[in-house]
Structures are given as structure tokens and as C-alpha cells.
């Protein structure tokens, strides 16, 4: 009996130390023809690129079949991606493509963002940084309410993703490290 206790103790210790280092994802989907405004003023780009927006969207469990639904979706409702929402998302953003000038602007650079998630009933974090035209980038993590689900600081992976439209839908994958994990 004691030597089975002792192996699930160890079994424990072993799944305690490896849960710092798992993962926690979500996909954000922004239809910016409900879900964004974009300031009036606009940089000379073709077509061209609004200096400010903010948007405020749903948030969903990053799951294989939520990415799945996504690659297709033409909306970002429930019933299209068949799962409700955890959370809502919220950003604002300045545009800084081409910036800046006084030296060799970075060309994947985009907006400057600020963003918010608000995960229903278990806490919110925010991150921080430059979106990327690249397919993955990272974003700064600026803050957290619960520790437990995100830590207050470090890095999060924002992987852009593609779906049914073009230019309608902004989709993306943000995924963080477990929290705790300080």
C-alpha cells in the first residue's frame, strides 16, 4: 500500500510541475462591418488605411473544430462557428505601417494595439504590441485579474487565421501560457 501511495504522489508531482508548461488558447472573431468603427482620418495607402479603430468582438474556445469553422465562416455568430462565445475581446489600435521613418520601418508592422479579453466568469488579461502581417507574432501580456488563468505578464502567440471572406473578418488565434506559471 505504501509503495502505491508513493507512485501516485510522484504520478502527482510529475503532472504538477508539467501543467506550467501547457497552454491556454482562444479565437477571436471580428466582423468589421459590426463589430469595428475606424477613424474618418486615413493614411495615403491604396486603399486607404483608417489611423485609428476600435472593436469589440466575441471570444471563443480555441478548439480544432472552432479553427475548423472559422476557416470557412463568412460571420462570426454562434450558429457559424457552433460554439458560444466564452468572452468578448476589445481593442483599440493606431496604424503604424510605414513607421518609422527616420530609419528602415519594419513592413510586416500594422496597427499598434491595445487589446482586452474578458473570459466569462473566470477573469481578463490584456496584451499589448504591434500586429504583424506575418502568420504568427507574439503580443506582450500587459495584465491579468486571475493569475490562475493567464499570468500578469509575458507572452502571448497570436496566430492569424484565414476564413470565408475577404477583408470582412478578422480571425485569429491567441494562445497564453497556463497562469501560475510565474
Request: charged fraction near 10%.
Amino acid at each position: 500500500m505504501k509503495s502505491l501511495v508513493k507512485c501516485g504522489l510522484a504520478a502527482l508531482m510529475v503532472l504538477a510541475t508539467a501543467m506550467p508548461a501547457m497552454a491556454r488558447s482562444w479565437v477571436v472573431c471580428v466582423d468589421t462591418t459590426k463589430d469595428a468603427r475606424f477613424s474618418s482620418e486615413a493614411t495615403a495607402t491604396v486603399p486607404p488605411t483608417p489611423n485609428f479603430f476600435v472593436a469589440a468582438a466575441p471570444v471563443y474556445p480555441a478548439s480544432a473544430a472552432v479553427v475548423t469553422a472559422i476557416s470557412t465562416a463568412t460571420d462570426c455568430t454562434q450558429t457559424t462557428v457552433g460554439k458560444a462565445p466564452v468572452g468578448t475581446f476589445f481593442a483599440f489600435g493606431g496604424f503604424v505601417g510605414g513607421l518609422p521613418q527616420s530609419t528602415t520601418a519594419d513592413t510586416a508592422d500594422g496597427f499598434y494595439v491595445v487589446w482586452h479579453f474578458r473570459i466569462d466568469g473566470k477573469g481578463a488579461f490584456d496584451t499589448t504590441g504591434p500586429t504583424r502581417t506575418t502568420p504568427t507574432y507574439s503580443q506582450t501580456i500587459t495584465g491579468s485579474t486571475n493569475p490562475g488563468l493567464v499570468p500578469t505578464h509575458g507572452r502571448a502567440k497570436v496566430t492569424n487565421l484565414s476564413n470565408g471572406t475577404t477583408g470582412t473578418l478578422l480571425t485569429f488565434k491567441i494562445t497564453t501560457p497556463e497562469g501560475n506559471n510565474l
